[in-house]
């Protein structure tokens, strides 16, 4: 048959908020950011959480910021002015492709909020003290 077409949706995943940037954390500070996830695409998606840390400045060595990563708490929210819906609780280091079942976010709803927030507990110790670390909070999509 003549004429017949056939096109591929698309899977693109926008990120836009203001970047966290703490100076002089001490045990029991948290802080937070909201970013807003949109879905740029033409198909329905799940996305997904990771957290890309390295050691940053000249006193913090890799092993120092794995233990830094160990201690620092991350909770992530999506929908934080609604309900909401708890991502991710737990430490930095595991902050590895969250929730594991991918968030859902169809084209229809465009976007959605997503708070993160990050807090160093007071029993963190002193193991930290002067420590810094460089965090990418890095989103994947794939289709739904």
């Known amino acids: 048959m003549k004429g017949s077409t056939a096109e ?7 990120v836009t908020g203001d970047p966290l940037e703490v100076t002089n954390m001490k045990p ?15 198909i329905d998606v799940l996305y997904y959480l990771s957290a890309e840390w390295a050691e940053e ?9 794995t233990i830094l990563a160990n201690r620092l708490m991350v909770t992530v929210t999506a929908d934080p002015g609604d309900d909401g819906v708890e991502l ?7 902050l590895l492709d969250q929730p594991p079942a991918g968030r859902p976010l169809a084209v229809e709803n465009g976007s959605e909020e997503v708070l993160i927030e990050i807090a160093l507990p007071a029993t963190a110790g002193n193991i930290v003290q002067g420590l810094s670390i460089a ?10």
Do not use: K, P
């Open 135 to 144: 965090v990418d909070f890095v989103f994947v999509a794939e289709e739904q």
């Open 57 to 65: 400045g000249t006193g913090t060595t890799a092993r120092m910021a």
């Open 8 to 14: 591929t949706g698309s899977v693109s995943l926008s």
């Open 88 to 94: 991710y609780d737990g430490t930095l280091a595991g």
């Open 28 to 42: 029991g500070d948290s802080v937070d950011t909201t970013l807003t996830i949109t879905n740029d695409g033409t």
